[in-house]
């Protein structure tokens, strides 16, 4: 089976690398020469567009940074819709499940399977292989690429036959990831501003009740030494938090904590930029309570 | 060496129980003879106020549920600072740093040492000797306390010489765990209304970046059976919200997230009780989108 990999970004880039060291049969298409002459290094044939992959490869992966790119990829006039050999699309970025619902029709329109694959884990997770993905969609295009996906990912789960469960499943868990950041960095800040050490505060609470992921990882790895690298730029983060906004439009779910957290990192955006980490938010909830968390690491 | 206790309620009670078990030389007073009826058949001594259990014990901890109780216990005409044997005080109760700063100076003054212990586990760790116990303030009384503490906790941290920064770590700590299941509430609801099972979620999110003690726990063996029984009851969840306020407003730290929580758990305990369990708090966001999350065990 040849496997089709459009957009070779952040994620892109290592998820191909790791399909390819898997000895997946590949072919491969993005507009950066760089990230394709590494592809073509590992083996994979580089074609010119998504449509030009759908002519080479039986499912076609794509994983893109905004929503016009990730359209044009799918339904465009290059787009994977007009391939001749692909029978499923897969689509690995993060879209808001009204995307996932239209593509699924148009494809379905010209004969196509559509699957939903969003992935959680970051680029540390891309490159170690060990992201979680949520997929929903085509159930036979699912089962001819769970071993690839378990290739590389630590986690793959089948949710249903419906196009968009998984973008909202992967929403619902970034709003939850985003939270427990915020709300760590935020009671933080009032620990340092008291004069508590920032180390025993996360050993304190890592061990207690307030555990979450940030301040398991993202905390202790990225703002603790002040390198603000954890890897997930800000303007992922706003892409994520105005698609979340609009599913819980969708569904007239509550957003009370959810619109809180979003101000709060469009605040950190607002001054500090979106090409910036998303742990930058720390300096912004510093900012907030005049204090600094010091570096400890 | 003799250890005193005052205060034997839910946590207070099943802590002495458990010195006494142990083989510890303890004298104790409550108000409530039922109380102290139960730990003179353990082999404590019973003694009528405070102040006399400072006449007869050398260290004398105390867990009472409110701030008047706490200071009187103290600093009262009757409370420990007039007892003559006593060095030192040990306030295990959540009062907030204030509290501690202000008794410490008192005590000191009086020639007496003062640490500040709260804990968490609530009362099922209190019966099985299994709490969590921050400390900070005196450093010998510490030391002195470890025999005591191993009878009735799993983890002990010193914090430092401090008064007060026990406290707030406490605070920090509970905060970010009232956050993470809020947080994970709201999103879930969301996800439940667009027809995602909450089982799935839960197992998506654990193998994802929205992992917390929400996710991890607290929903999967409290809320997704119906129970709603995790033991935190909502009074206890007010004090802690109002105690971290308090907090924020001494450290002049202005806690958007914070406040934004303490305001929908103030809408949970509006709508089901201050007697009823924290986790209730999905009946109200459940109520707010017009869907419940389903039981599922």
Same mark, same amino acid.
């Given at each position: 089976?040849?496997?089709?990999?459009?957009?070779?970004?952040?994620?892109?880039?290592?998820?191909?690398?790791?399909?390819?060291?898997?000895?997946?049969?590949?072919?491969?298409?993005?507009?950066?020469?760089?990230?394709?002459?590494?592809?073509?290094?590992?083996?994979?044939?580089?074609?010119?567009?998504?449509?030009?992959?759908?002519?080479?490869?039986?499912?076609?992966?794509?994983?893109?940074?905004?929503?016009?790119?990730?359209?044009?990829?799918?339904?465009?006039?290059?787009?994977?819709?007009?391939?001749?050999?692909?029978?499923?699309?897969?689509?690995?970025?993060?879209?808001?499940?009204?995307?996932?619902?239209?593509?699924?029709?148009?494809?379905?329109?010209?004969?196509?399977?559509?699957?939903?694959?969003?992935?959680?884990?970051?680029?540390?997770?891309?490159?170690?292989?060990?992201?979680?993905?949520?997929?929903?969609g085509d159930r036979k295009t699912f089962d001819a690429l769970e071993t690839a996906l378990n290739d590389i990912a630590a986690k793959v789960v089948y949710i249903d036959e419906?196009?968009?469960?998984?973008?909202?499943?992967?929403?619902?868990?970034?709003?939850?990831?985003?939270?427990?950041?915020?709300?760590?960095?935020?009671?933080?800040?009032?620990?340092?501003?008291?004069?508590?050490?920032?180390?025993?505060?996360?050993?304190?609470?890592?061990?207690?009740?307030?555990?979450?992921?940030?301040?398991?990882?993202?905390?202790?790895?990225?703002?603790?030494?002040?390198?603000?690298?954890?890897?997930?730029?800000?303007?992922?983060?706003?892409?994520?938090?105005?698609?979340?906004?609009?599913?819980?439009?969708?569904?007239?779910?509550?957003?009370?904590?959810?619109?809180?957290?979003?101000?709060?990192?469009?605040?950190?955006?607002?001054?500090?930029?979106?090409?910036?980490?998303?742990?930058?938010?720390?300096?912004?909830?510093?900012?907030?309570?005049?204090?600094?968390?010091?570096?400890?690491? | 060496?003799?250890?005193?206790?005052?205060?034997?309620?839910?946590?207070?009670?099943?802590?002495? *129980?458990?010195?006494?078990?142990?083989?510890?030389?303890? *004298?104790?007073?409550?108000?409530?003879?039922?109380?102290?009826?139960?730990?003179?058949?353990?082999?404590?001594?019973?003694?009528?106020?405070?102040?006399?259990?400072?006449?007869?014990?050398?260290?004398?901890?105390?867990?009472?549920?409110?701030?008047?109780?706490?200071?009187?216990?103290?600093?009262?005409?009757?409370?420990?600072?007039?007892?003559?044997?006593?060095?030192?005080?040990?306030?295990?109760?959540?009062?907030? #740093?204030?509290? #501690?700063?202000?008794?410490?100076?008192?005590?000191?003054?009086?020639?007496?040492?003062?640490?500040?212990?709260?804990? #968490?586990?609530?009362?099922?760790?209190?019966?099985?000797?299994?709490?969590?116990?921050?400390?900070?303030?005196?450093?010998?009384?510490?030391?002195?306390?470890?025999?005591?503490?191993?009878?009735?906790?799993?983890?002990?941290?010193?914090?430092?010489?401090?008064?007060?920064?026990?406290?707030?770590?406490?605070?920090?700590?509970?905060?970010?765990?009232?956050?993470?299941?809020?947080?994970?509430?709201?999103?879930?609801?969301?996800?439940?209304?667009?027809?995602?099972?909450?089982?799935?979620?839960?197992?998506?999110?654990?193998?994802? #970046?929205?992992?917390?003690?929400?996710?991890?726990?607290?929903?999967?063996?409290?809320?997704?059976?119906?129970?709603?029984?995790?033991?935190?009851?909502?009074?206890?969840?007010?004090?802690?919200?109002?105690?971290?306020?308090?907090?924020?407003?001494?450290?002049?730290?202005?806690?958007?997230?914070?406040?934004?929580?303490?305001?929908?758990?103030?809408?949970?305990?509006?709508?089901?009780?201050?007697?009823?369990?924290?986790?209730?708090?999905?009946?109200?966001?459940?109520?707010?989108?017009?869907?419940?999350?389903?039981?599922?065990?």
């Amino acid at each position: 089976m040849r496997i089709g990999y459009v957009g070779l970004g952040a994620m892109g880039r290592p998820m191909a690398i790791n399909l390819a060291k898997a000895r997946h049969d590949l072919v491969v298409c993005d507009p950066d020469e760089t990230a394709t002459r590494i592809l073509a290094q590992r083996g994979a044939q580089v074609a010119k567009s998504a449509r030009e992959v759908a002519d080479e490869a039986d499912i076609v992966l794509a994983c893109l940074p905004n929503l016009t790119s990730a359209e044009a990829v799918g339904i465009g006039a290059d787009g994977v819709i007009h391939g001749s050999r692909a029978s499923a699309f897969v689509n690995m970025g993060t879209t808001g499940s009204a995307y996932s619902r239209d593509m699924a029709e148009k494809l379905g329109a010209e004969g196509k399977a559509f699957l939903d694959a969003p992935i959680s884990g970051g680029p540390p997770g891309a490159e170690a292989a060990t992201l979680g993905i949520m997929c929903s969609g085509d159930r036979k295009t699912f089962d001819a690429l769970e071993t690839a996906l378990n290739d590389i990912a630590a986690k793959v789960v089948y949710i249903d036959e419906r196009p968009g469960s998984a973008q909202t499943m992967k929403l619902v868990n970034n709003i939850i990831s985003f939270g427990n950041l915020s709300v760590a960095l935020e009671a933080m800040t009032l620990g340092a501003k008291a004069g508590l050490d920032p180390e025993q505060m996360i050993e304190v609470i890592n061990a207690s009740s307030g555990k979450n992921s940030a301040t398991e990882r993202k905390i202790p790895n990225h703002v603790l030494t002040r390198s603000f690298d954890y890897g997930g730029a800000m303007y992922i983060i706003e892409k994520d938090l105005d698609l979340w906004r609009r599913e819980a439009e969708a569904y007239e779910a509550p957003m009370w904590l959810g619109t809180n957290i979003r101000t709060l990192f469009l605040q950190a955006m607002n001054e500090f930029g979106r090409d910036k980490d998303m742990t930058v938010l720390a300096k912004t909830l510093e900012n907030l309570a005049g204090v600094e968390i010091p570096k400890t690491r | 060496m003799k250890i005193g206790y005052i205060g034997l309620g839910a946590m207070g009670r099943p802590m002495a *129980v458990n010195i006494a078990n142990a083989g510890i030389d303890l *004298v104790v007073a409550d108000t409530d003879q039922t109380r102290t009826a139960i730990l003179a058949q353990r082999g404590a001594e019973v003694a009528g106020s405070a102040k006399a259990v400072a006449e007869e014990a050398d260290i004398v901890l105390a867990c009472l549920p409110n701030l008047a109780a706490a200071d009187a216990v103290a600093l009262g005409a009757e409370g420990v600072i007039a007892g003559g044997r006593a060095k030192a005080f040990v306030n295990m109760g959540t009062t907030g #740093s204030a509290f #501690s700063r202000g008794v410490a100076e008192k005590m000191q003054a009086a020639g007496k040492a003062y640490l500040d212990a709260p804990i #968490s586990g609530g009362p099922p760790g209190a019966e099985v000797g299994t709490l969590g116990i921050m400390c900070s303030g005196d450093r010998e009384t510490f030391d002195g306390l470890e025999a005591t503490f191993e009878a009735i906790a799993a983890k002990v941290v010193y914090l430092g010489d401090t008064p007060g920064h026990a406290q707030v770590m406490k605070l920090v700590n509970n905060i970010i765990f009232f956050g993470n299941l809020a947080v994970a509430l709201e999103a879930m609801t969301l996800g439940a209304k667009a027809g995602l099972d909450p089982e799935q979620m839960i197992e998506v999110i654990n193998a994802s #970046s929205g992992k917390n003690s929400a996710t991890d726990w607290l929903i999967p063996d409290h809320v997704l059976n119906g129970a709603l029984d995790f033991g935190g009851a909502n009074y206890i969840i007010e004090k802690d919200l109002d105690l971290w306020r308090q907090e924020a407003e001494t450290f002049e730290t202005s806690m958007w997230l914070g406040m934004n929580i303490r305001t929908l758990y103030k809408q949970s305990f509006t709508e089901n009780g201050l007697d009823t369990d924290i986790t209730t708090l999905m009946k109200t966001l459940g109520k707010m989108a017009g869907h419940e999350i389903p039981k599922t065990r």
